[in-house]
């Protein structure tokens, strides 16, 4: 085999680029444009491993932030609706509206809470099963 057609271990300044506006929510044509290249390459970068990881790694982080940015925002939220629920001025529709969101949020959020202690609690007893029955997996 040619060095040349060996799996490149590095991605090129243009790949980068195509990534960050990729992940970003570029499509491939503006991503193409961006980088000055055609989008059939970023297609063929599209079928090579270490590019579609770093892709998925950037479009993970882009996710996270935005989702941080989500969670910032939840107080500034609630108190919100909190205050139009509770104000006898606004129209009946809009308390009536906030009340219903507030309870089903709060309901999801304690259905959520449940899972996870269920699920952290059949982690648990895996867990120990796994000791359990294989000796040399104890720590």
């Given amino acids: 085999m040619k060095s040349q057609d060996a799996p490149a271990k590095v991605l090129t300044g243009q790949q980068c ?20 290249v055609n989008p059939a390459t970023i297609h063929a970068w599209l079928r090579k491993d270490l590019f579609v990881a770093e892709y998925k790694a950037a479009t993970s982080l882009a996710i996270e932030h935005a989702t941080n940015q989500l969670k910032s925002a939840t107080g500034l939220a609630v108190s919100t609706l909190r205050d139009v629920a509770s104000d006898i001025n606004t129209p009946a529709s809009s308390r009536v509206s906030a009340a ?8 999801r959020a304690v259905e959520i809470s449940d899972i996870a202690a269920r699920l952290d609690a059949l982690e648990g007893l895996k867990k120990n099963h796994e000791n359990d029955t294989n000796p ?3 720590a």
């Fill in 17 to 36: 680029k195509a990534i960050a506006f990729l992940a970003g929510g570029a499509t491939i044509e503006a991503a193409a444009i961006e980088v000055k």
């Fill in 100 to 107: 219903r969101t507030i309870l089903e949020l709060a309901y």
């Fill in 136 to 138: 040399t997996a104890k």
